[in-house]
């Protein structure tokens, strides 16, 4: 449900990625309920809390709320063996419903733990992509690095200036609110990850699939998209469409449109994979262009990034 399975269960991320699902769930309901103009939230709770055995971890309690325009995220600590686990449940279950009490606006008894709290409310522009009114935010260039960029390294940096100089004409990166198998970045993960880019380098959208990224920044024109051999793969396999004949579909259009694949190796689990290691449908290797190892290679990825911090 809440897509990558290398964050911790116990989490404030997990909390605010299950706070979206639930809103993205509220918002479907109300919609097909007939009272698509009542106000939608989502509301998550994950605790680590006493048990039968000691944990090494403190005892705590991450709370998050998503609504149409706001992220906002509570902490707790409890004290080691202060209460009994039954105890504990009943502080956080309490915490959690007054705290959402106060959020709606209604009184609510102070509470018997104390929490920290964080809330970051989205700018109009970026509340019209995560409700799906608009479709990209910036100004659209004409070739385009997509990433989650979490974080952004030196690897999408470098990529970008190489890619800018062979094709003769500025890399934007572009960052989208949704992906195809994950829940929509929340608030306050879309403000982290936004700060770590310069307003005239990138681009935020709405656009999951590459079908769609080509259609909205070409607006009729070709564009050309700086992709990794991970995924190019990806765009040429019938399992991330609903079968081959709307995977063929997709790719003809994506040819008819104009657009281009320039096409970086990456590190994998059998080696260094180029574009001519690879075996793609025709449609999709008449648009590609690969870059050889020998003019680039830099091995340094995100999710390496991301487990080196967690382990450190």
Do not use: W, Y
């Given at each position: 449900v809440i897509g990558r399975s290398d964050i911790g269960a116990c989490s404030d991320e997990t909390a605010r990625r299950m706070a979206v699902c639930a809103y993205l769930r509220a918002s479907t309901l109300l919609a097909t309920s007939g009272k698509a103009d009542a106000e939608a939230f989502g509301f998550a709770i994950t605790a680590s809390l006493a048990s039968l055995t000691n944990k090494r971890g403190m005892h705590r309690a991450h709370i998050a709320m998503q609504t149409r325009t706001t992220t906002q995220t509570w902490f707790a600590e409890l004290r080691k063996g202060a209460r009994t686990r039954d105890s504990e449940e009943r502080v956080v279950a309490d915490a959690a419903v007054n705290l959402l009490a106060r959020s709606l606006g209604l009184g609510s008894p102070p509470l018997e733990i104390t929490t920290r709290d964080f809330v970051e409310t989205a700018p109009a522009d970026v509340v019209s992509l995560f409700d799906g009114s608009d479709g990209v935010c910036g100004t659209p260039g004409t070739a385009f690095l997509p990433g989650s960029f979490d974080p952004l390294h030196?690897?999408?940096?470098?990529?970008?200036?190489?890619?800018?100089?062979?094709?003769?004409?500025?890399?934007?990166?572009?960052?989208?609110?949704?992906?195809?198998?994950?829940?929509?970045?929340?608030?306050?993960?879309?403000?982290?990850?936004?700060?770590?880019?310069?307003?005239?380098?990138?681009?935020?959208?709405?656009?999951?699939?590459?079908?769609?990224?080509?259609?909205?920044?070409?607006?009729?024109?070709?564009?050309?998209?700086?992709?990794?051999?991970?995924?190019i793969k990806r765009i040429g396999e019938a399992r991330y469409y609903a079968d081959s004949v709307a995977r063929d579909a997709a790719l003809n259009e994506l040819e008819n449109l104009g657009t281009q694949f320039l096409v970086y190796g990456r590190l994998g689990q059998h080696g260094f994979e180029t574009l001519n290691d690879l075996s793609l449908p025709d449609p999709l290797n008449r648009i590609s262009e690969g870059v050889s190892e020998q003019d680039f290679r830099v091995d340094v990825s995100s999710t390496e990034m991301r487990n080196d911090s967690s382990n450190s």
């Open positions: 030196d690897g999408h940096v470098q990529m970008r200036t190489d890619a800018s100089r062979r094709i003769g004409q500025p890399v934007q990166f572009e960052l989208c609110v949704r992906n195809v198998d994950k829940p929509p970045l929340d608030f306050i993960e879309l403000a982290r990850r936004r700060e770590q880019f310069t307003e005239s380098e990138f681009v935020l959208t709405n656009t999951p699939t590459f079908v769609e990224k080509a259609n909205l920044l070409g607006r009729g024109n070709g564009v050309t998209f700086v992709v990794g051999t991970d995924t």
